[in-house]
């Protein structure tokens, strides 16, 4: 079955810099990769994803690329402000979704 | 766009008893549903595959007949934790696929917080 690995699983970071988080996959099945962030005690908010069809998306401060050939993604988040703080998941999925296993990122003002 | 409501959000049960916690699709019908289960600091691992009308999918290592999933309708999947012991405490979180968002349409409920003592 499909494996996510994600890295860093913590990361802290100055208002304003960029965070870069990175996942692997293991299925090249896989065709759908979401990003998701989670606050303490909800579930889990989409926040951008990317189909295996396009190598880079963006939306506002955040950005995902794609790179099927060797099998990893990456979001990039600009500008960060603390109100970013959370923990992040990476998901990749054929039939269901899979989840990396998370990055708690802290932006200290 | 797309919403899922998951009940309770929290509940404390004793030992030996039986939770029901619910996941309904509100605006939208779900043919699809999953259950995750997250210990806390870690990711969310699948636990099961809801099809409306049909047996669920079980991910290996998770025992069917201690997490009783039932897909009833097309908006209702309903996940009982049957025996429940201090070590089922996890937070649940439940996702509906939409059919009409193409094969990745998904939605997740806001989760429930289960505590066993």
């Known amino acids: 079955g499909e494996n996510v690995e994600q890295h860093p699983s913590t990361l802290s970071v100055q208002e304003g810099d960029s965070a870069v988080i990175k996942c692997t996959y293991s299925?090249?099945?896989?065709?759908?990769f979401p990003w998701y962030k989670q606050e303490l005690g909800k579930g889990p908010q989409l926040i951008i994803d990317?189909?295996?069809?396009?190598g880079e998306k963006k939306d506002q401060r955040i950005a995902v690329t794609l790179n099927k050939t060797a099998k990893h993604f990456s979001l990039h988040i600009t500008e960060t402000q603390p109100e970013d703080s959370a923990v992040y998941f990476c998901?990749?999925?054929?039939?269901?979704?899979?989840f990396g296993a998370g990055t708690r990122l802290t932006v200290k003002p | 766009g797309a919403v899922v409501s998951q009940h309770p959000s929290r509940v404390i049960c004793k030992s030996g008893t039986s939770v029901k916690i619910e996941c309904r699709s509100l605006?939208?019908?779900?043919?699809?549903m999953f259950w995750y289960r997250q210990f806390p600091k870690k990711s969310l691992m699948l636990m099961a595959t809801?099809?409306?009308?049909?047996?669920?999918?079980?991910e290996q290592g998770v025992e069917k007949d201690k997490f009783l999933i039932n897909h009833a309708s097309l908006t209702l999947s309903t996940l009982t934790v049957t025996s429940a012991h201090p070590e089922d405490s996890s937070f649940y979180i439940c996702?509906?696929?939409?059919?009409?968002?193409?094969?990745?349409?998904?939605?997740f409920g806001s989760g429930t917080r289960l505590t066993v003592v």
């Open positions: 809801s099809n409306e009308g049909s047996k669920a999918t079980y």
């Open positions: 996702s509906a696929r939409d059919p009409a968002q193409g094969q990745h349409g998904y939605t």
């Open positions: 605006d939208f019908q779900a043919t699809t």
């Open positions: 299925d090249s099945a896989s065709n759908y």
């Open positions: 990317i189909r295996s069809n396009v």
């Open positions: 998901a990749a999925s054929t039939n269901d979704m899979r």
